[in-house]
């Protein structure tokens, strides 16, 4: 897997900033998924929904996509000892999603993660991250299927994957549970 470049946007960081113990989670280059299958045994995807509508504003300007323009977005929950541990949101433009990117519209439960890091050609982004606060429109979505102690603040982070010229953006919110160790 190549990097490629992007910019950053307001509200995301470069860095993570202060003091976590999300830290090595956000940090991590590698497949995400490949590391939760590590942790858990009993790793599965529940698929939140998926269709298209209009991604969030600071997701058009990374798309190159107008305001009035409609997005496949999906948005899974990645379960581990049957807990939500990490919401994963992923965003690409009518345009992108042919040639290699057009079977994500039927990947169902199939992690994301096993075919980006599965393709050589496919070229990561820097990772970005963010604490979502509770107007955030991501902690938003996912408070419309999990419940949260009000005014949580849940880190994310984002990058984009690019193969040949066609883009697609994904956005993964932690929950504090996966830096707990697994009951075994």
Partial sequence: MHRVQDRQDSGWQAHVVGHTP??????????????????????????????WRKPNIDEQALLRLSAATHAWVREVMLMGEG?????????????????????????????LGAALFANASVQRGRL????????????????RHFSLPSRQVLWARRSLFCLRHYRLLVTEVFLPSCTQPPVR
Avoid: M, N
């Fill in 22 to 51: 999300l830290r090595p989670w956000l940090q991590e280059r590698g497949s995400l998924t490949a590391r939760l299958k590590k942790q858990y045994p009993d790793f599965a995807v529940q698929v939140l929904s998926q269709g």
């Fill in 83 to 111: 807990q939500p541990q990490v919401f994963a949101h992923s965003v690409i433009a009518r345009q992108d999603l042919r040639g290699a990117w057009c079977q994500l519209r039927t990947i169902d439960r199939v992690p």
């Fill in 128 to 143: 970005h991250y963010r604490k979502l606060s509770p107007g955030h429109p991501l902690h938003k979505a996912f408070c």
